[in-house]
């Protein structure tokens, strides 16, 4: 099989036609090439090219290649991604691309995807404080990357937007442009993540210039890395913004090849890169010890200066009532802060004042008074009239209930995954059914015992999970069937999806259901958001979701759809169903479920 061939080009901002024209001369000379990838600003950097860039993105000229970019910044960038982030089509596990239109792909935020054979992986914009909804990254997209570099095998290609720092330290830079040593236009993050993912290719823009670094080692690694910046499209000094690269994926190379290294190879350039604000020195932490630059997020003063308490408040301790640096943090344990954020105010709103989000936040932005129980009662009662699942709503769906007890229901779920997707609700407008009272448990175990005889019957194992949302809506347990052969794989596969989220789930085994809901409800906090699934052999895989973090509210129905080749099913939005055949979907499961309801 012959190496894939591989375009990449520096900042775009926005001139498709000179940026595709040199494609065509280039793929005319030596191609054909697979795929194009696009690092520094992607979108234009002027009015005048907007027209120009919209011409493409809306099919009035070609894309003739596939592109992906993570430039994700620049004029009419918040208008394009939004779009693109809303489309029904792009929801779910996406690493690969988000679809802007044809042949072109966002890579959002951080992410490890296959292309061609070659393992990717990339940072989507650049280091900001900023908080921009696009073209910068999180702390989260950083932890996400950090997570992967822990999994075996070697990365082939790293796309960065902006420059690691210290790149330069121990090179050769004879000959090299004007403004290569100039520290604007570089990132120590960067240079962290390139130290740990230790790739075969890093490749960068932002800087203005080309530059090709001499082939570096890596730590406890036996390949090199080469790091290559690239100039902007159409650049007046008319400087390199193409490159063409064919390498052999490294699973195919052999150990021997791996270790080859050419005679200009020099040191890692990172071992010196200095402290700064948001980067730490880059040396392996014990996996025990707590990661010092999870905290560069916490401080809100954004000094980091290092003066003792009083710099800020601890996210962490506000945020789950737990610091685990303890009396050596630095930033203030705020008792009345952390009450605040108990009783659901924004801590956003607590630390800074103010909350970017605005009315999107689902959190509180004033502080709770005494009276804060008696307000939050009146608030479920309003809540209930809008609910989809309480009995007493206008806005519930009659026709999709299947079975009433005494504490729970039934439901079809909207927009199924299966024929058989069903929710088990609470009557009560609750916003979990992890921490029901003895009686309620009895009922809800009866209902689960009652569908996994059922499933039995027709040859399948049944799948239990639940997001509780701290301030959640109304609390639903989804329940899907697995085909036997598959069921084996649910644990790996949740586990496999947990790894690229940057997480690993908690792990809980029983040979009863109630048993292992006990320990659930010992392991889990009250006041906290979780997620967790219930497997066929009786483990529970549970994992504690933090107020800043991203967790896909789909996420156990992803990974389900991912498991039954139903990928295009991860988002209900797009199973939606007739009434109709909502009715006759109903009528049929109320009838092969008659004999094994508890309710009858």
């Known amino acids: 099989m012959a190496p894939p061939r591989i375009l990449v080009c520096g900042d775009v901002n926005g001139r498709f036609n000179q940026l595709y024209k040199r494609v065509s001369t280039v793929n005319k000379s030596a191609g054909p090439f697979d795929v194009l990838l696009c690092v520094g600003q992607f979108f234009p950097d002027s009015p005048e090219n907007n027209e120009e860039f919209l011409d493409y993105i809306q099919g009035r000229s070609q894309i003739s290649i596939p592109t992906y970019f993570i430039g994700d910044y620049g004029i009419g960038a918040p208008k394009v991604l939004s779009v693109v982030s809303n489309d029904p089509k792009n929801q779910g596990f996406k690493m690969d691309g988000l679809r802007v239109c044809d042949n072109l792909f966002w890579l959002k935020g951080s992410g490890k995807f296959t292309l061609h054979g070659l393992s990717v992986v990339y940072l989507s914009g650049r280091h900001s404080s900023s908080g921009q909804l696009f073209g910068t990254y999180s702390p989260d997209d950083v932890d996400a990357l950090r997570a992967w570099a822990e999994e075996p095998g070697v990365v082939d290609l790293f796309l960065s937007n902006e420059w690691p720092a210290g790149v330069l330290n121990g090179a050769v830079i004879k000959e090299a442009p004007p403004g290569v040593t ?8 960067i240079s962290k993540l390139a130290a740990e993912i230790k790739p075969r290719y890093h490749f960068a823009g932002t800087k203005g210039v080309f530059y090709s670094r001499e082939p570096y080692s890596n730590h406890e690694a036996k390949h090199v890395t080469r790091f290559v910046g690239l100039a902007p499209v159409g650049n007046k000094d008319k400087q390199k913004f193409i490159h063409a690269i064919s390498p052999t994926p490294a699973s195919m190379l052999s150990a021997d090849e791996m270790s ?11 071992t010196t890169v200095q402290t700064t604000p948001h980067a730490k020195d880059v040396a392996k932490r014990p996996s025990n010890s707590v990661d010092e630059d999870q905290y560069w997020r916490y401080d809100v ?8 308490a009083g710099d800020g408040l601890c996210f962490k301790f506000i945020s789950s009532g737990n610091c685990p640096r303890g009396e050596k943090c ?17 801590i956003d709103f607590i630390i800074k004042g103010k909350c970017e989000k605005g009315p999107d936040c689902s959190y509180k932005h004033s502080l709770a008074d005494k009276d804060d129980k008696i307000v939050q009662k009146s608030q479920r009662t309003e809540r209930s009239k809008e609910c989809w699942f309480c009995l007493s709503s206008p806005n519930i769906e009659q026709h999709l209930i299947i079975s009433i007890g005494e504490s729970y229901y039934f439901a079809l779920a909207k927009g199924p995954l299966v024929d058989d997707h069903i929710l088990i609700i609470p009557i009560e407008h609750l916003p979990n059914t992890v921490y029901e009272d003895p009686n309620s448990e009895i009922e809800l175990e009866k209902f689960q015992n009652a569908l996994k005889m059922y499933f039995k019957e027709q040859g399948k194992q ?33 586990n496999m999806a947990a790894g690229k989220l940057g997480f690993n789930f908690v792990s809980l085994k029983s040979d009863k259901s109630s048993e292992g809901r ?14 967790y699934v219930e497997l066929p052999d009786g483990t529970i895989l549970s994992h504690p979701v933090e107020d800043n973090e991203k967790f896909p509210a789909q996420f156990g129905r992803e990974v389900i759809a991912g498991l039954l080749d139903k990928a295009t099913k991860a988002d ?29």
């Open 462 to 494: 049944v799948v239990f999970f639940e997001w509780v949302f701290k301030h959640g809506t109304h609390a639903n347990l989804q329940a899907i069937p697995i085909p036997l052969s598959k069921a084996a794989l649910l644990p790996k596969l949740f």
């Open 182 to 189: 100039d520290s604007s236009g570089t990132d120590p993050v």
């Open 518 to 531: 006990k320990s659930l409800r010992a392991q889990v906090d009250r006041k906290s958001s979780f997620f």
């Open 301 to 308: 003063s954004q000094k980091r200066q290092r003066k003792g």
């Open 330 to 346: 630095n930033y203030q344990h705020d008792m009345d802060a952390r009450e605040q954020c108990r009783k659901g105010v924004c």
């Open 260 to 270: 080859n290294r050419p005679p200009n190879t020099t040191l890692t350039p990172y």
């Open 572 to 600: 209900w939005r797009n199973c939606k169903l007739s009434k109709d055949e909502e009715i006759i979907m109903v009528d049929d499961f109320k009838r092969k479920f008659q004999m094994f309801d508890p309710t009858l």
